[in-house]
């Protein structure tokens, strides 16, 4: 938001080294063999399926990809693990699963442990010898995770915690052998978090869940009632299961993003090929515009998406390494998961709404037949709608993007509040119209530094209109979050079109600046929207029309021939009868 980006800046995923492409190639053979043949098995829960997926996703180092190398795991760095993580998203429920078991299931211990914790419990996990779990969520409690009421003492002898309460929609519950259970010690004001074993006495579950989608993902209650937890099982210490929750659900938001990116892909593939085969009128379906149109912004998104969650994830990568000769007291990379969690709830609201775009979209394609759950795209649509609850709902997650945003201006950690004062400084004298270059990419460069222009004059106008009162103004601050995210993608997009292009030459990449031309232009008529929503909920008089001056005058764009655009990028789909980019 304050700073210029160059493609040198960011990696791309056209930079896959030979191993993580080979890694890559694993997960997909793994999926094309063992999982896809047994979707509607895995639907219908078949007993021990499941968790045998795991042993064997396990046994070919899948589940270890992430953990240091002396406990059995890879150790590779944060953009393998999104691969990964991406292509095991197109999975349906396994995806949930094991993002799951290799998420939020290991990463808490892996992050905080102990070392005689980690020793004991990650070697196992990492194998797929022990499966793992996060509970969290109670009833009553939903996004405010830390009004939860399990409660947890200390047994007099000081051997023990006595934990008592009840987690809701805990995912692998029906086979979890280690969880990561949240609970207040005595009367604490804040959580702490233990390592639970299966095997606990006072452990039970209730029955599996019936869900809308991700039928095969096991979802279940748990109740504690008096289990004994040694206190060697408490992890990172009292009242840091908080904190230990929100640095957990930074990654799980960053990898929720890779996550739909690969079952966007899987939809699209669903898409082009019931529309190459479909015939209509004497004519295959493919060949109408309105299907082009459809398949055009299926890729668009999802190839927005794409760009930002490699390029969030290699800054994560980056800010590890760095915080590798100052961190003391905590994991690295946990610290660059914190720091990142702006871009990681801007992917999983920009990408969760992507998806389910993308397979609405794939069900409307296949037309009657897209409701016939015989068509694998109902499952694609059935699976794709928890993505905007998980790890946070969107609603949650858009007003994290602009409330964080905020205290970090206010922190004096990036110059916000600085920036902001002198965007809003020049509304009463800007030109008629902006000057602009002519080279390509510079021009879309300064297209992307009006629009942050413009979200730094609206934060600058309502934080001194609204104050300590800006919290209670949600329907403004969505509105900024949306232009952020806008902003945030755009960029992403056109950083990697422009690499792409200083990789491969001009001659081969007319079709990205396509994808990227159609992406800007729709996001700035987004951004438009979202502006003048917001400029007419606070702004009068003299401000107002100050601010108008501005929307317009920062939302001047290039004309685009959308039609053709996409046209064009749908041909390309069309032709290999696949997504290609």
Known sequence: MVEPTSPADVFIPEEFNEEQKMIGQTCQDFLDAEVFPKLDEIDHQEEGLMPSLLTKAGELGLLGISIDEEYMGFGQSVITGMLASEIIGSAHSFAVAFSCHTGIGSLPIAYYGNEKQKA??????????????????????????????????????????????????????????????????????????????????GITFNPEEKKM????????????????????????GRGQGFRIALSILHMGRLKLGANVVGAAKRAINHSVQYANDRKQFGEKISSFGTIQHKLAEQVIKTFATESSVYRASHDVDLLSAEYKTVCTNENPTITAYAHMAIEAAVLKVYGSEALDYVVDEAVQIHGGMGFSA????????????????????????????????????????????????????????????????????????????????????????????????????????NNLSDIIMNIYASESTLLRVNKIEQMRGASQTDIYRDILDVNLSEATADIYKAGREAIESFAEGEEREALLRGLNFWTITDSVNAKEARRRIAARVIEENRYIF
């Open 120 to 201: 004991k419990y990650l070697s196992k996990l990492a194998t797929g010898e022990w499966k793992g779990a996060y509970c969290l969520t109670e009833p009553g409690a939903g996004s405010d995770a830390n009004s939860g009421k399990t409660k947890a003492v200390l047994s007099e002898d000081g051997s023990h915690y006595i934990l008592n309460g009840q987690k809701m929609w805990i995912t692998n519950a029906g086979f979890a052998d280690v969880m990561t259970v949240f609970a207040k010690i005595d009367n604490d004001r804040v959580l702490s978090a233990f390592i639970v074993e299966r095997t606990f006495p």
């Open 374 to 477: 015989e068509m694998p795209v109902d499952r694609c649509y059935r699976d794709s709608r928890i993505n905007r609850i998980f790890e946070g709902t969107n609603e949650i997650n858009r007003i994290l993007v602009i409330d964080t945003l905020l205290k970090r201006g206010q922190k004096h950690d990036i110059d916000l509040y600085e920036k902001a004062a002198e965007a809003y400084a020049t509304l009463n004298t800007l030109p008629v119209s902006p000057s602009l270059p002519a080279e390509y990419y510079a021009r879309k460069y300064q297209f992307i530094e009006n629009l942050k222009k413009l979200a730094l004059s609206l934060i600058h106008a309502v934080t001194e209109k609204f104050q300590r009162s800006l919290i209670m103004e949600q329907e403004i601050l």
């Open 213 to 236: 989608g991700i039928k095969g993902s096991s979802t279940r209650q748990i109740f504690f009632n008096d289990v004994k937890v040694p206190v060697e099982n408490l992890l990172a």
